[in-house]
């Protein structure tokens, strides 16, 4: 900086001349004439302090040196600097080298500082002191730190000779301060007050406070009061009145102390001066009672003086005390106790202890919440003090005495180390400046040192709380300032017409944790009453509520949960998986998911983020600095999202679901290899969120939101922007079908680009015009135009294309929206053959009167009931097809429309269970009013419509709008997605899965044909065994495999592995009916009875032949089998099938072969002729119902069906 500097002098008399016209411009009264003889004081005084260091270079002044006033140093010093006048380069040096490797020292600057060393600001009235210090010249006031103030020293022109000298932040409106390092020298020579020709009397703290509890009649007196000084309070501001109180202790009696309160704006500055364990004399104070104390006490008065106490100067003043006492003695100063001792009795609250500590500041943990570290192992709160003027000094290096400051350990939270915290009672002194340059803050902790205070002074919180809100709130601000949001929009001062978005995302949290009705902070009461209480003497450890991860975070912790916990062997357990050939095993492998909820983690985290539309993508996402994480978003169970406002809002829920779907690519050739991760060629994962608004807290955002700073986007939509367009139009229309969101080619108008058009992300709106065109009036929108020649229910078709994609998740059918264009009315606009009309509509949409390609500035506004008056009585239930439409062979309408719960979720590739290319299979219970048992449908989704819509997991409800109704070759009917298909996800999977158990019914009920159950379980005998097949396959073509190896020759199977297969055809009734039941694989085992060890032995036997298969025509016939019926294996199998080993009741879990979607009718009963003796019987029989057997268990009480063993 070169403020005042002499340029380049070369002798001392230029030097002298710049002197001169400093001093008479700075430092002489204004006008006036030039003062010669301040002038030469002032050369004077600056010789004396630079002489040593003068003889060592031979010169007399300091001529590198140059003048800077106060104007010069706020105007010009950007940097952080530092002066000392007496120093050699050598000592500099040295003196920056005990800096540290950590930290880099203040830069030297050659400057010269003089001015009047004063507690007001500017020309300030008295009442307006508030104990700061500060340096004034003629060119302005300047803040200063002083350590060891003089009070003498108030009012005089110094020079400082060590200074260092810090600006404001950058884009701060704060002013800069001083450090003054050394006592300054003065110009003119301090007057020396010759002590009191009479000794003082004065009391001392015993008998001050025994006069103040006495009836007496020296109550009036002004008395002087001595003593040591023993405690030292923090300087209070309160009610718009600045305070401390001191406590002056006696040597007669270990204890006794009396307080005296400071309250004269012009005896602040006493603070500064005050030292522990010195001895000092305060003169003329009076008594008074302070509002909401007990106890009187001492004031002093506006002639009252501050003395260091010297024992020759004062005498004892003896007093005569008459009458009973008013109040009984104060308790003694509290001796310091451990914290454990006072433990509760669950020993989760403890009490802080109380000490006194001497250290230096290490670092800086949060400045604006007044967090820093001592001495590399410790903490330090300032927050429980109003430490505005100590917030400026404290950084790295400063060194700080602690009086009466609260150790607190262990609290939780995610704090480890112990914290030191005074409060009101205590005092912070400085020790000695840092001689680091000031840490340059992040943007984030600039601002919010209110927001902070509001936290202590406003909610209660205790230590162990406000740190972690403290750490929540700098976590909160990485995650969403500055890119996202403004950094003071975020950490604003909260109040009650504009409350801080800080606060309210921390509201939900603090009000669990902070009980409701919590007294305010009584400062007098917290430095003057025994025993001791404040916010710090008591606290609980904490366990961490919360957490606040950003979206990039928590999205990354999800894919590596889902892929940690991915385990083939469990998704696809034994003995299911040994049989399954490969193509069936990788299948079933292709697509899993994992849904995390806020339970799983630790801490819980909450969801937070900027809710904004993608119009790359046409999806919702949340945003923050990371990042982005796809949403889907529910207003409640089964209303959808349908208000464009709450694009920009700031979105937090502590209730949602994670979800985490695993695409998965392998070859395993059998599951033997499952837990061999090399089979697995290509991994992905889609991560999306699920919530539901109602649980959620939404959150207004001040404009403009910024975009992410890692999209290379524009900035997102931000429709329905509070203040509107200025000029525009609009129209209401209400919404009636919702085609589905994929590439689609346009046909391209005349005279366009000659390029071949691609296919575009797009989709449609079908719908009708609500009213006439209305223009923007102020705020609000006017009446609507009269419609001149349209149809009272005029349809109308809009496209969404290129970024107008971005309001897909919002539109859905029955709602009424508003299409609101900017810029100057265009009359035809809204009608047909305006200016946006698209002149070649699709085919099957050409009956719409007006057809519109919705432009990429245009924006969209859920109507409200005042717009719309006259269609409050339409119906906006979601139309559904009958179930009697649904299954059956009826095609007049193939566009089928329905609700239903998403059973399974299934990924086949091409060439697996005949598939001729990727496609995705859900199987969903349909839901039915008046079906007791909803039946089950198969729904397929192919290119272009992979991957699916997001949301379609087991468990969720989903409503299905015009999916194309099929029948296969085996006369199932089944539904697929096609372009005019939209799907609306009504609910989410709930959080905890409870397998409802099948229904027992007898076997009868079946024959109910709508009315029957599709899965259940039934007590039931095996009657005899149609059929057996045991065989071992390759599990890469299925080909038999005899001795374990595949017959298929041209091509040869790439894998020699062999898996088991099984399967056997059960009669079975239950008194009722009778139904074949079909059993496979690892079933067959328990038809047949066998143990594990058992049914692997058997079909180790099986291995040689590669196959065995036996009829059975009826009971007591002979089997067909294809081996011989002479070996020993088959022998044993038929000995065993009509054994009543396997001919025994049993507790069947079966589902019906017929799915209720197959539309072939039921076998109408068949006449049947049975002999009795000698007369026959002729009777109508059901047909044998067709069973797929599901789990098969011994009876808990087999005597209970010994009834069914007797009749055969």
Request: charged letters at 15%; one cysteine or more; a neutral charge.
């Amino acid at each position: 900086m070169a403020a005042c500097r002499a340029e380049a002098p070369g002798s001392e008399q230029a030097w002298l001349e710049a002197a001169q016209a400093f001093i008479e411009e700075t430092l002489c009264p204004p006008g006036k004439e030039p003062d010669v003889q301040l002038t030469q004081l002032v050369i004077d005084c600056v010789k004396t302090v630079w002489l040593p260091q003068g003889r060592n270079q031979g010169l007399t002044l300091p001529l590198s040196y140059s003048f800077v006033s106060v104007k010069d140093l706020r105007t010009h010093q950007r940097l952080p600097c530092c002066s000392h006048l007496s120093w050699s380069s050598t000592a500099y040096q040295a003196w920056a080298k005990e800096a540290g490797p950590r930290g880099v020292p203040l830069p030297r600057e050659r400057l010269l500082l003089l001015g009047t060393l004063t507690d007001l600001s500017g020309d300030l009235e008295q009442e307006c002191r508030n104990g700061s210090l500060y340096i004034r010249d003629n060119t302005g006031t300047l803040g200063c730190e002083l350590i060891d103030l003089d009070l003498s020293w108030l009012g005089h022109l110094f020079l400082f000779p060590s200074w260092s000298y810090l600006p404001p932040a950058m884009k701060s409106s704060g002013e800069g301060h001083l450090e003054l390092w050394g006592a300054p020298v003065p110009v003119f020579p301090l007057t020396i007050s010759p002590g009191p020709l009479t000794p003082i009397p004065v009391l001392y703290p015993e008998m001050a406070s025994h006069l103040l509890r006495h009836r007496s009649k020296h109550r009036n007196v002004q008395p002087n009061l001595a003593g040591e000084l023993v405690r030292l309070s923090a300087l209070v501001k309160s009610r718009k009145k600045a305070y401390f109180i001191l406590s002056l202790g006696g040597s007669s009696s270990v204890g006794s102390h009396v307080s005296v309160i400071v309250q004269i704006p012009a005896q602040l500055v006493w603070h500064r001066a005050l030292w522990p364990h010195k001895a000092y004399v305060l003169t003329e104070l009076r008594a008074s009672k302070l509002p909401g104390h007990r106890y009187r006490i001492w004031m002093t008065s506006p002639s009252s003086r501050l003395l260091p106490l010297k024992p020759e100067c004062v005498r004892e003043l003896e007093l005569e005390l008459e009458g009973a006492p008013l109040e009984t003695n104060p308790q003694p100063l509290p001796i310091l106790s451990n914290p454990q001792d006072n433990k509760g009795p669950d020993g989760l609250v403890r009490d802080s202890r109380l000490l006194s500590y001497t250290g230096t500041v290490t670092g800086t943990l949060n400045q604006p919440a007044g967090l820093y570290e001592l001495d590399g192992q410790l903490g330090l709160c300032l927050a429980y003090q109003q430490f505005h003027g100590l917030r400026r000094v404290v950084r790295p290096g400063v060194r700080l005495e602690l009086q009466d400051v609260h150790l607190l350990q262990s609290m939780g939270g995610g704090t480890r180390r112990p914290m030191l915290a005074p409060c009101l009672r205590g005092a912070v002194l400085l020790q000695g400046f840092s001689r680091l340059m000031p840490e340059t803050q992040s943007s984030h902790r600039a601002p919010g040192a209110s927001l902070y205070e509001q936290l202590v002074w406003e909610h209660q919180l205790g230590l162990p709380l406000y740190l972690w809100a403290s750490k929540a709130l700098e976590e909160l601000a990485c995650k969403l300032c500055p890119h996202v949001l403004r950094h003071h929009q975020f950490l604003q001062h909260s109040s009650p017409g504009n409350p801080s978005l800080g606060l309210q995302i921390l509201a939900p949290t603090l009000e669990v944790l902070v009980p409701p009705g919590c007294p305010g902070r009584n400062t007098h009461s917290e430095i003057l009453e025994e025993p001791h209480h404040c916010p710090l003497q008591k606290y609980a450890r904490l366990q961490t509520p919360c957490s606040f991860p950003t979206l990039a975070a928590l999205k990354e912790e999800g894919k590596c949960r889902a892929w940690a916990s991915f385990d083939p062997k469990t998704l696809l357990p034994l003995p299911e998986a040994s049989h399954l050939p490969s193509c069936q095993l990788n299948q079933r492998l292709a697509w899993s998911w994992l849904c995390l909820l806020p339970s799983a983690f630790h801490p819980a985290p909450v969801l937070l983020g900027i809710l904004v539309a993608s119009s790359r993508k046409g999806c919702l996402r949340l945003q923050d600095q990371s990042g982005s994480l796809p949403c889907l978003l529910l207003a409640k169970p089964s209303q959808p999202l349908t208000d464009p406002g709450l694009i920009g809002c700031l979105v937090r829920a502590e209730r949602f679901q994670l979800i985490v779907e695993r695409n998965v690519r392998s070859s395993f050739p059998s599951w033997k290899e499952l837990s061999m991760t090399g089979f697995m060629q290509k991994k992905q994962a889609r991560v999306y969120v699920q919530i539901f608004l109602a649980d959620a807290l939404i959150l207004s955002v001040p404009r403009p939101v910024l975009h992410s700073a890692t999209s290379s986007s524009p900035p997102q939509t931000e429709p329905s922007l509070p203040e509107g367009p200025h000029i525009g139009q609009s129209r209401l229309f209400l919404l009636s079908h919702k085609e589905a969101l994929m590439k689609r080619n346009f046909c391209v108008p005349p005279g366009a680009s000659s390029e071949v058009p691609k296919p575009t992300l797009s989709f449609l709106v079908l719908g009708s015009w609500l009213g006439g065109t209305q223009r923007k009036e102020g705020t609000g929108w006017g009446p609507p135009e009269p419609r001149e020649g349209e149809n009272s229910d005029q349809k109308v078709l809009l496209i969404f294309l290129s970024s107008s994609v971005r309001w897909f998740e919002l539109l859905h059918p029955g709602q009424v929206y508003r299409l609101v264009v900017p810029g100057p009315p265009t009359p035809t606009l809204f009608k047909e053959g305006g200016s946006s009309c698209v002149s070649l509509r699709p085919p099957e949409l050409a009956g719409c009167a007006s057809c519109l390609t919705v432009q990429d500035e245009w924006t969209l506004e859920l109507a409200s009931s005042q717009d719309i008056p006259e269609v409050l009585g339409i119906s906006r239930a979601l139309p559904e097809s009958s179930l009697t439409d649904l299954l059956s062979g009826n095609f007049t309408d193939s566009l089928v429309s329905f609700s239903a719960e998403i059973l399974s979720h299934l990924w086949i590739k091409p060439g697996s269970s005949g598939a001729t290319r990727r496609c995705v299979k859900l199987t969903v219970a349909l839901e039915t009013a008046d079906c007791e048992f909803p039946p089950h449908l198969d729904i397929y989704i192919e290119d272009p419509h992979l991957p699916p819509p997001r949301g379609l997991l087991p468990g969720a409800r989903v409503y299905f709008n015009q999916l194309e109704k099929k029948v296969s070759r085996s006369h199932n009917v089944y539904c697929c997605f096609r372009s005019s298909t939209c799907v609306q996800v009504l609910s989410f999977p709930p959080d905890t899965t409870i397998s409802a158990p099948l229904p027992h019914i007898y076997l009868a009920e079946l024959l109910q044909g709508e009315k029957a159950p599709f899965r259940a379980t039934a007590s039931c005998h095996v009657v005899s065994v149609f059929s057996l097949q045991l065989l071992w396959v390759c599990a890469h073509c299925t080909s038999i495999c005899p001795q374990g190896r595949c017959t298929r020759q041209s091509p040869a199977c790439p894998t020699q592995t062999s898996i088991s297969q099984a399967s056997i055809r059960l009669l079975v009734e239950d008194g009722t009916a009778e139904a074949v039941v079909t059993c496979r694989n690892h079933q067959v085992a328990a038809a047949l009875g066998l143990c594990p060890s058992e049914w692997t032995s058997l079909l180790e036997l099986v291995r040689g032949p590669g196959t065995v298969a036996l009829q059975f025509t009826g009971p007591g016939a002979q089997p067909e089998s294809s081996a011989k019926t002479d070996e020993p294996l088959t022998l044993f199998l038929w000995t065993l099938c009509t054994s009543f080993s396997v001919l025994r009741p049993i507790v069947l879990s079966f589902e019906l072969e017929k799915k209720p979607s197959k539309i072939i009718p039921l076998e109408p009963p068949r006449l049947q002729r049975f002999q009795c003796g000698e007369f026959p019987f002729l009777t109508r029989v059901n047909p044998r119902i067709r069973l797929s057997c599901l789990s098969i268990q011994e009876p808990e009480h087999p005597s209970a069906l010994g009834a069914l063993v007797s009749s055969y």
